[in-house]
């Protein structure tokens, strides 16, 4: 995989976070913002990917897709958060649909 160069200019409060988290954990600063970056993204893909569903914008096959996830560990993050899954003949159809263009 390729790779690109990200500049970005931090407040000291979360340099210093930066600077102690890779300490803590023996890397060097580009690794260590990298994984802090990858945390970044998978938490964000996954509270979008919860919200749109919630809000009905996206099947629950769609949702765990956007999250990275299966859909059966998808369903154990919305059964963690007291989400109750909204899993109509709709979506049953949309997800085999999805299988099948693959």
């Avoid at 000291?12 to 803590?24: K, S």
């Avoid at 560990?73 to 059964?79: A, E, G, I, W, Y």
């Avoid at 989400?83 to 999805?98: F, K, P, R, S």
């Amino acid at each position: 995989m390729s790779q690109k160069h990200v500049t970005a200019r931090v407040p000291e409060d979360l340099y210093e976070a930066i600077e102690a988290i890779r300490e803590e954990d023996q890397l060097d600063r580009s690794t260590a913002v990298r994984r802090l970056l990858e945390r970044g993204i998978e938490s964000w893909q996954l509270e979008t990917a919860v919200r749109r569903y919630q809000d009905g914008e996206v099947s629950l096959g769609k949702a765990a897709q956007l999250a990275g996830l299966s859909t059966w560990r998808f369903l154990d993050v919305l059964n963690e958060r007291d989400i109750e899954a909204n899993y109509t003949t709709d979506d049953l159809e949309a997800d085999i649909a999805g299988v099948h263009d693959e």
